[in-house]
């Protein structure tokens, strides 16, 4: 018992995060590539990877406000990421539609579609809201383990 | 039967099984901290491959519908078990020497070889699209680097045999004894183009920038490993982990086998493999972009071929 607590307590400091862009602008997208890339807030420190493929996957960042278009596409993505899994929307769009809000063509608020764990606010999101965003996940993320 | 005893061990636990294990997820940190560090960021803790393994075996597995499930699952497994064997054949100077019973240096080209082929297994079984670009890219690399590995170690084979007094030699632990009395091959000028070819056919086999190819994540999603998750992609985490204390202590064996011997060897051993390992994959890793793949497969059949090939030559003709 104790062991398998321990090991999560562990597999807690390897998240995976992976990128759903619902129809953003990039503006977000480009902040969380910033936070990725630029030695400045690398966030591997915290164990984090960005990976290519949603079944490798841990933490999910969704940015954008989820259009029509590719909506069901998301969802199906979201479906297909193993648990235990957490999400996390970046940026006011999956919260509102942000600047798209009331437009025909998108289904913001995320949440109606998929349970989300962390708000990052922001249009974009500055980096370091971003990581304390992941950090937030992660705890999350631990429980879940 | 003590020697059957003394397999196992050096199958399971030294220097093969549990030491290897340690050390390739050891080497996987030290790289990912010295490219960090090239790049001006303070990177993850040491452990973080470890770690990694240990997330991965909490996660689900899953197995897509339109896969084959049991090749699917069969081939990390493949992989790995391929891996335990080889690491066991490479002999390290002075330390440990393999049991001819074991094999000798042509098995262990065929047992390198493996993972390629687990992950075009890999690759094709699981059903994705990536998987199949993966694996088309997998086979044209492995057919561009195969001829050059078969001339290097045929020249390093040949130059030990003929100095030996017989002809060709695959026992890795006779070359090794060889260079140990008549000194390295890293030194003798005869041996540097077998050596260039060495150099560029393993970064293609452990398949790390520029030769990344069939995994390239930004393109193709990592390819045959798009689909793999939790234990299955832990196996294959550990398939290359233990490829790369392979491919580093077969080119040390092959080129630089020169240490003394009990602990103090051991120690070189493992501080040959981390310099290795830091200029020859992680300061290259972040210094160049990936090749194409018909790119990368021109390049090998020129170069690295050229250069094996006048080595041989050489070794025959001197
Ligand atoms: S929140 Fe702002 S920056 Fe981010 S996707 Fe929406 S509009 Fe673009």
């Known amino acids: 018992m104790l062991l398998a607590r321990n090991l999560k307590q562990i597999a807690a400091r390897s998240p995976w995060l992976y990128r759903i862009n619902s129809g953003s602008c990039n503006g977000c997208d480009v902040e969380l590539a910033t936070t990725a890339c630029i030695p400045r807030y690398d966030v591997e420190r915290l164990g984090c990877q960005y990976c290519g493929s949603p079944r490798h996957a841990d933490i999910v960042l969704i940015t954008g406000p989820l259009n029509r278009r590719v909506k069901n596409a998301v969802l199906r993505l979201w479906e297909e990421i193993p648990d235990p899994k957490v999400t996390v929307a970046v940026g006011v769009c999956p919260i509102s539609g942000g600047i798209f809000r009331e437009s025909y063509a998108v289904c913001a608020p995320v949440d109606q579609y998929l349970p989300i764990d962390v708000n990052v606010p922001g249009c974009p999101p500055r980096p370091q809201a971003i990581i304390e965003g992941v950090a937030q996940a992660i705890e999350i993320w631990r429980t879940r383990l | ?318």
């Open chain 2, 1 to 318: 039967m003590p020697t059957d005893l003394l397999i196992l061990v050096s199958v399971l636990i030294f220097p093969g099984g549990l030491f290897a294990f340690s050390l390739g997820l050891m080497l996987k940190g030290v790289d990912r901290r010295v490219a960090a560090r090239l790049q001006g960021r303070v990177g993850p803790p040491l452990l973080q491959p470890a770690f990694d393994l240990i997330k991965l075996g909490f996660k689900r597995t899953m197995v897509p519908d339109s896969a084959a499930p049991g090749v699917f699952l069969a081939a990390p497994l493949i992989g790995t078990v391929a891996m335990l064997l080889a690491v066991a054949l490479v002999p390290i100077a002075g330390v440990y020497t393999p049991d001819p019973r074991l094999g000798n240096l042509l098995v262990l080209l065929y047992l390198l070889s493996v993972p390629g082929v687990a992950l075009m297994l890999a690759g094709s079984a699981s059903g994705s699209p990536f998987g199949a670009v993966g694996f088309s890219r997998e086979m044209a690399l492995m057919l561009a680097y195969e001829a050059t590995i078969v001339l290097v170690v045929a020249a390093v084979g040949l130059r030990t045999g003929l100095a030996e007094g017989g002809v060709v030699t695959f026992s890795l632990a006779e070359i090794v004894r060889h260079q140990q009395e008549h000194g390295a091959y890293l030194l003798d000028p005869l041996m540097w183009p077998a050596l260039g070819a060495f150099l560029f056919f393993y970064p293609a086999n452990l398949g790390i920038v520029p030769f990344d190819i069939p995994e390239a994540e930004t393109e193709i999603l990592e390819g045959p490993l798009l689909e793999y998750s939790g234990p299955a992609l832990a196996l294959f985490k550990v398939m290359s982990a233990l490829k790369t204390v392979v491919v580093l202590s077969l080119g040390i064996a092959l080129f630089c086998p020169i240490a003394p011997h009990g602990i103090a060897g051991l120690a070189v051993w493992l501080a040959s493999m981390v310099v290795l390992l830091a200029v020859g994959i992680s300061a290259v890793r972040v210094s160049i972009g990936r090749m194409r793949i018909d790119q990368a497969f021109s390049f090998f059949l020129k170069w690295p071929l050229l250069l094996a090939a006048a080595s041989l030559t050489v070794v025959v003709v001197v």
